[in-house]
C-alpha cells in the first residue's frame, strides 16, 4: 500500500500534485465515500476484473453495457487512489456505457510489482493488460486523474489505435520540460525533492523521467487536459510555482491537434470531486468529438 502523508503546502509542484492526489484524511474520506456511492449505484450491474500481468494480479472492476458507437470508458486514479476514486464519473456514465477502473500495482487489491522505481510506459503496459481481460472493444475513451493522466496520455501516444480520445486531469507535470522551469523558481531543497519525485522516491514509487508526453498524437485523436491547484493560501509559493506549472500543463494540449486546455477555476487539484459537472462536460465534449 502506499504512504498516505497529509497535504502539504509549500513543496515542489510534482509533490504538491501528489499531496493533492494521493494523501490525507481528506482523500480517504473521498475515497470511502466514492465507494459506497459506486458499490450501491452498479452493485447489480458491476463485475471484478482480474489481470495476470508477469506473475501478479491486477484488481480492478467494470459496470454498464458497451452501448455500440459510444466507447468504453477506462478510469486511472491518482497516486494511490485506487479503483474507487473516480466513483461519481463511473456512475455517471455506467448507464451510457462500459466503464472500468482498477487498481495500480502495489494499490489496493492489486500485487506489487516485483522491482522498483518503475516507468510510467509499465504501467501502460499495466493498463494495457488490465483491458485486455476486462474484455473491453476498443477504441477506449480514457479518463485520468493526476498521476493517472500521465498514465492514459501516455498510453494513447503508445496505442493510438486503441483510443478514442481522452482526458487528463491535473497530469503530473512531465519532467523534460518541467525540470527546467522549475529550477528557476525553486529554492534548491524545493528542487531537490522535485528531481528526487520524478526519480521514483513518490508513494507508488514510479519515475516520471520519460520524455514521451512531447511526442506528437493522431490529429483526429480528440482529448483535453484539465488544470487547476490550490496552494492553500500559500500566496508566495503560489506565485512562484504556478505560473510555470499551468504553462506546462497548457503545453500538454498542444501535442496533438485535437487538444483543449480546460482551466477549472477554484476546483483545485482534485476536479473530478470539487466540479464534477465540468468534468462530465468536458467528458461529453471528448465523445462526441470521436463521433
Known amino acids: 500500500m502506499t504512504d498516505r502523508r497529509p497535504t502539504i503546502v509549500a513543496v515542489p509542484a510534482a509533490l504538491l500534485l501528489a499531496a493533492g492526489c494521493g494523501g490525507g484524511d481528506e482523500h480517504t474520506s473521498t475515497e470511502k465515500a466514492a465507494k459506497a456511492s459506486s458499490t450501491a449505484t452498479a452493485e447489480s450491474a458491476s463485475r471484478e476484473v482480474s489481470a495476470s500481468v508477469d506473475g501478479r494480479e491486477l484488481s480492478g472492476h467494470c ?5 455500440e458507437g459510444s466507447p468504453a470508458i477506462l478510469l486511472d486514479s491518482g497516486m ?3 479503483q474507487y476514486e473516480l466513483a461519481d464519473l463511473e456512475k455517471r456514465f455506467a448507464s451510457r456505457t462500459l466503464v472500468c477502473a482498477y487498481d495500480r500495482a502495489g494499490v489496493g487489491a492489486s500485487d506489487p510489482p516485483a522491482e522498483t522505481p518503475r516507468p ?3 504501467l501502460v503496459a499495466d493498463l494495457d493488460s488490465f483491458a485486455a481481460a476486462a474484455n473491453v472493444l476498443p477504441p477506449y475513451l480514457l479518463v485520468g486523474q493526476s498521476m493517472g493522466a500521465n498514465v492514459v496520455f501516455m498510453y494513447a501516444q503508445a496505442h493510438p489505435e486503441k483510443v478514442a480520445g481522452f482526458v487528463a486531469m491535473n497530469p503530473v507535470p512531465p519532467a523534460e520540460t518541467f525540470i527546467e522551469a522549475a529550477k528557476k523558481v525553486e529554492t ?3 528542487f531537490s525533492e522535485e528531481r528526487s519525485f520524478n526519480r521514483g522516491a513518490n508513494d507508488e514509487d514510479t519515475s516520471f523521467q520519460e520524455p514521451v508526453l512531447s511526442d506528437r498524437l493522431p490529429s483526429s485523436m480528440p482529448y483535453a487536459v484539465m488544470f487547476d491547484e490550490d496552494c492553500d493560501g500559500d500566496t508566495e509559493f ?3 510555482i504556478l ?8 503545453s500538454l494540449a498542444a ?3 485535437g487538444g483543449r486546455f480546460v482551466r ?3 476546483a483545485g487539484h482534485s476536479i473530478f470531486a470539487v466540479d464534477p459537472e465540468l468534468v462530465q462536460e468536458t467528458i461529453n465534449d471528448v465523445l462526441n468529438d470521436t463521433n
Open 63 to 67: 459496470s454498464g453495457t458497451q452501448q
Open 80 to 82: 494511490g487512489g485506487g
Open 120 to 122: 510510467v510506459s509499465e
Open 188 to 190: 534548491k531543497a524545493e
Open 238 to 240: 503560489c506565485g512562484r
Open 243 to 250: 505560473p510555470p506549472l499551468a504553462q506546462t500543463t497548457r
Open 255 to 257: 501535442v496533438g491537434d
Open 264 to 266: 477549472a477555476k477554484g
